[in-house]
């Protein structure tokens, strides 16, 4: 069974940074895009950006462009999100989730596994 586990979050204060992780398991990783999402308390959950089978291959959404960075690392089957320049706004519970197929997703229902989640505060 595909297991995804998220960890990383915390609280910190605006203008810090936090480093979140994603391991997965046990797919052969480096076949399938991943991407990161996040749902603040009671809106959508929404799309934070993406990476595909290469570490050239990042598409991210404009809230978060320039300030966020995802990396991955197929020997450890884990993909990063690096969130540098935090605001109040970027609270939420940030997820990693896996895309079987090749196409640019940017829609939860397109994901076909999900982590549980992390929380990420931020305070100002």
């Known amino acids: 069974q595909v297991q995804l586990v998220e960890s990383g979050g915390g609280s910190v204060q605006a203008g810090g940074s936090l480093r979140l992780s994603c391991a997965v398991s046990p797919l052969a990783f480096n076949n399938y895009a991943m991407g990161w999402f996040r749902q603040a308390p009671g809106k959508e959950r929404e799309f934070v950006g993406r990476i595909g089978r290469t570490a050239e291959d990042t598409f991210y959404a404009d809230s978060v462009k320039g300030r966020f960075t995802i990396a991955r690392e197929n020997a450890k089957n884990t993909v990063y999100l690096q969130m540098n320049s935090l605001k109040p706004e970027d609270t939420a519970v940030y997820y990693c989730?896996?895309?079987?197929?090749?196409?640019?997703?940017?829609?939860?229902?397109?994901?076909?596994?999900w982590g549980q989640g992390t929380q990420v505060t931020v305070s100002s």
């Open positions: 989730a896996l895309d079987l197929g090749v196409t640019l997703k940017t829609a939860p229902r397109q994901y076909d596994y």
